[in-house]
């Protein structure tokens, strides 16, 4: 069983940023983030891998950064250039041999 802990979630204006952070109890291979927002489907924003491989949704491309710290088990998302779409509550995700974990989620407001 896996544990991850998300902080760093608040209220930001338009064009402003956030960084999030997500700790894992332990190593877990894949590790990345979703975003919900009301009344939408859970989609992706980011992933990377124990080896650093990232993916990230056309929408966060340029403004979004995902990064990890291996030894802390950590991922992060530097979040930039935030639109009021990007409203949501965010949920980290770790992967690890073929099951899903997640975090209870943060919520990341955008407005002014």
């Known amino acids: 069983q896996v544990q991850l802990v998300e902080s760093g979630g608040g209220l930001v204006q338009p064009g402003g940023s956030l960084r999030l952070s997500c700790a894992a109890s332990?190593?877990?291979?894949?590790m990345g983030w979703y975003r919900q927002a009301p009344g939408k489907q859970r989609e992706l924003v980011a992933t990377?891998?124990?080896?650093?491989?990232?993916n990230y949704a056309d929408f966060v491309k340029g403004r979004f950064t995902i990064s990890r710290d291996n030894a802390k088990n950590t991922v992060y998302l530097q979040m930039n250039s935030l639109k009021p779409e990007d409203a949501a509550v965010y949920y980290c995700?770790?992967?690890?041999?073929?099951?899903?974990?997640w975090g209870q989620g943060t919520q990341v407001t955008v407005s002014s």
């Open positions: 995700n770790g992967w690890q041999q073929f099951r899903d974990y």
């Open positions: 332990r190593s877990i291979f894949r």
């Open positions: 990377i891998s124990s080896l650093g491989r990232t």
